[in-house]
């Protein structure tokens, strides 16, 4: 089995804004499309255009509708992919040793000549991060794009995981976690943001900016048109662009 480090020198992470993540799924096209040709063997699909299509993805999205009370009911969308913990159990199961945990930069990977596909490090991971690639027979999950943040062959601008590169909406960021001065820590301090199912003691990287709630329902059409306060006119339509 593969001990964890007893630190890294840097933690790299997403930070995924669920109040503007539109469940588009162009992270989750674009993240398919980079592996497909980059880090370890391409993500194999079963029968995709048949009646039971199946494959690997290394990053999925779900959504679903929340009522907050005394609010107007919502969609979340939920981006869902490995979260690179600090306690990661998915490595230290691993009988292998082809889990691992870098020093250098916090990321977790999958040493795919070393993975006999047992399934547990599946077993133990409690985000569902984990996917056995049928086609190859091993273990596959987001890498980060590790293959793709260092490549010095393409333009600085994308050396960020494609998830980050491609979203519409800017809902993901990428960046280092353990910095507190990182573009991504201020805004996890400014947000709020939290670590999913925190009960686990995985302590992950990655962070999610929790949904903002919304105001109650109008009582009629005509309700936010009147809604003009002292505050003008830049005041109101502040207002009405964060009623949606």
Known sequence: MTCLPGKVDRQLG???????CVGCHACVTACKGWNDQG????????????ADPSGTFLNRVHSYQVEPP??????VNFPRSCLHCADAPCVTVCPTGASYKRTEDGIVLVNEDACIGCGLCAWACPYGARELDMGAGVMKKCTLCVDRIYNENLPEEDREP??????PT?????GDLSDPASAVSRLVAERGGIDLMPEQGTRPANKYLPPRGKDRAPASLLEPLLDVQATGLAGWLDRMLGRF
Not at 162 to 167: D, G, L, Q, Y
């Open 14 to 20: 997403l930070v995924i804004d669920l109040d503007t």
């Open 39 to 50: 880090y370890g063997v391409p993500l194999s699909d079963q029968d995709p255009y048949g």
């Open 70 to 75: 005394g609010e107007v009911p919502m969609i």
């Open 162 to 167: 494609a998830c980050v590169r491609t979203c």
């Open 170 to 174: 800017g809902a993901r960021h990428f």
